[in-house]
């Protein structure tokens, strides 16, 4: 049973930073590919940044130039570098497993003075 766990969110000023996790168990991780979601209240759920067995990323054009995805295989994780912080990025953070549809509970990111 593959099982995904976010951790990392919380409350931070705008122009601040965080760091998104995600851990992996149960599953074979390095040859799917992963990707971050969010979630804003009242909003649909939409893509943030994805990454490839191959490490090739893609992102959102909100968040272009300010958020990086990465992941260690090795330690079957995924990871959101959130910099320049803004109140429009408060959101629930998912992890998701693109190939195979499991998502993680989710992390709550609040960007707020």
């Known amino acids: 049973q593959v099982r995904l766990v976010e951790s990392g969110g919380g409350l931070v000023q705008p122009g601040g930073s965080l760091r998104l996790s995600c851990a992996a168990s149960g599953t074979i991780f390095s040859i799917y590919a992963m990707a971050w979601y969010r979630q804003a209240p009242g909003k649909q759920r939409e893509l943030v940044a994805a990454?490839?067995?191959?490490?090739?990323?893609s992102y959102a054009d909100s968040v272009k130039g300010r958020f990086t995805i990465s992941r260690d295989n090795a330690k079957k994780m995924v990871y959101l570098q959130m910099n320049s912080l803004n109140p429009e990025d408060t959101a629930v953070y998912y992890c998701n497993d693109q190939a195979r549809g499991y998502w993680g509970q989710g992390t709550q990111v609040t960007v707020s003075s």
């Open positions: 990454i490839t067995s191959g490490r090739s990323t």
